[in-house]
């Protein structure tokens, strides 16, 4: 088997294409271990689809699945146009539907699932959060100081409603986002998903515009924008190498 490991915005990856569709959930685990393997935050698996260009599976490093990625897509989709299994211009089936991107060198842009509401503004530990679901579940708090951020209230959060949560800031009109995520069970460098969830409840408050540049843990620049028909998610990933395994 060849492997590629990927790198989009802090998020890591590993990547490969497969005519066979089954379950990868054990090696995905194996494959994920930081201390004893290749390490990474989740696993991508292209497979043929009689319709789109492919189709993904996605496991989180815990081998649980996941139905959407910011991130991951965006590196799925740079690994698939590089070993033409697609165009510049793809569209892929994910757990939470039809995904399309564009790649234009090493910056790749994808557009996001349509996000559901799942609850309201709700006061919890001090904190006003909201929780949407943009192709997983996300709770979100915004706050004025991101030093808030809190590992122990975040995985009170996610248990108690199984979402991954993210504190957010809006500063000189721009957003900066700390994620916890499920199936990683710890805070990751960045979130992709996690992102627009954070993005779509600060312009719900008129904190920021249609348009912003977007900072996760890594530091690393995005840009998510939205118009009347799609949310669109835009950065840099890198290829880190290409790897034989048994």
């Not at 090696?27 to 004893?36: D, F, G, I, P, V």
């Amino acid at each position: 088997m060849i492997i590629t490991k990927y790198d989009a915005s802090g998020n890591d990856f590993i990547i490969f294409h497969s005519f066979k569709e089954q379950n990868y959930s054990t090696l995905a685990k194996k494959l994920c271990n930081r201390k004893n393997s290749i390490g990474a935050d989740g696993l991508i698996v292209l497979v043929p689809h009689n319709k789109l260009d492919f189709k993904w599976l996605f496991y989180n490093s815990d081998g649980s699945h996941a139905s959407m990625c910011g991130n991951g897509a965006r590196a799925c989709a740079h690994y698939a146009y590089n070993n033409n299994l697609a165009s510049k211009n793809m569209c892929f089936l994910t757990g939470a539907g039809k995904i399309c991107c564009t790649v234009k060198g090493d910056i790749v842009e994808t557009t996001m699932t349509k996000p559901k509401i799942l609850k309201e503004s709700f006061k919890e530990f001090g904190y006003t959060w909201y929780i949407i679901d943009t192709g997983v579940p996300h709770i979100v708090t915004i706050v004025d100081n991101l030093d808030k951020f809190d590992l122990d209230i975040c995985s009170k959060m996610r248990y108690k409603y199984d979402g991954n949560v993210n504190f957010a800031q809006v500063k000189d009109d721009k957003l900066y986002v700390r994620t916890y995520e499920r199936g990683v069970e710890a805070e990751t460098l960045a979130c992709g998903t996690g992102m627009v969830a954070s993005f779509l409840r600060a312009f719900e408050l008129n904190l920021i515009k249609n348009s912003v540049k977007v900072y996760p843990k890594s530091k690393e620049e995005l840009t998510i924008k939205k118009d009347d028909q799609n949310i669109y998610f835009k950065g840099k990933v890198i290829k880190e190498f290409i790897r034989d395994v048994d």
